[in-house]
């Protein structure tokens, strides 16, 4: 895959977005993806080096080293490399649709994308963002956390493992939105599993949880896991 047409793809995606052009139902998606493309700086500078050049596609939105600094998007480093991969590919064949991965992912071979998972799975994690102080909303995120043995898939801590990503420490609107949409069946969990948990989930539950999870550290903020 050529550096350049990558650069051309998300250029193009979030102009589109702009003006308001690309899948109506995801105008609010697209005012994110603006925001984050003004946040890019100088680290798009860089044009050197093998692939992947992270700050060149995947920087826009996840943040240098996968570390998001946008509650909106997910963070990418520490992810398990299983997930990262299996992402890349359903994001290819449109099994969870997508009008910004989609067209990137696409565009990748399986070696590109197994170098991009491991790229990430090796950095180390940080949390997105600071999450305000609501001890009733983290008491109540942290029992249903604990009454769906989120644990058991995602891992004792919540770091992520095989084909189950890291909660730890993800943004909260981004975490509120998968929940929704694995809800309403928007987004769909191959295994079902999701769709069954968040189906469970109220209204109040669902921001709970994500508030819950946004604000737990993950494990070796100092260091790469992977």
Not at 31 to 47: D, F, I, R, V, W
Not at 75 to 83: C, E, M, N, T, V
Not at 208 to 221: I, T
Request: contains cysteine; charged residues 20%; glycine residues 10%.
């Amino acid at each position: 895959m050529k550096r350049a047409l990558i650069i051309v793809t998300v250029v193009a995606v979030a102009t589109a977005a702009v003006a308001g052009a690309l899948y109506g139902r995801d105008l609010m998606d697209g005012l994110h993806y603006e925001k984050a493309m003004l946040q890019l700086g100088e680290a798009g500078e860089t044009n050197a080096g093998p692939w992947p050049q992270y700050q060149e596609t995947c920087f826009v939105c996840h943040g240098p080293h996968g570390q998001s600094l946008n509650g909106w998007y997910p963070a990418l480093s520490g992810q398990p490399k299983a997930y990262i991969a299996a992402q890349l590919h359903a994001f290819a064949n449109d099994q969870r649709p997508n009008p910004y991965m989609g067209p990137i992912a696409r565009e990748m071979s399986d070696a590109q994308i197994d170098a991009l998972a491991s790229y990430f799975a090796q950095q180390a994690p940080a949390r997105n963002e600071d999450v305000p102080a609501d001890a009733d909303m983290l008491k109540r995120g942290l029992a249903l956390v604990q009454a769906r043995s989120c644990q058991a898939c995602h891992g004792e801590k919540l770091m992520g493992k095989d084909q189950a990503p890291r909660l730890a420490g993800q943004g909260a609107d981004y975490l509120a939105k998968q929940l929704a949409d694995f809800k309403t069946g928007a987004r769909k969990d191959p295994t079902g599993a999701m769709n069954g948990v968040a189906a469970a989930l109220s209204s109040a539950d669902v921001p709970a949880v994500a508030r819950y999870l946004a604000g737990v550290s993950p494990e070796g903020d100092a260091a790469a896991t992977r």
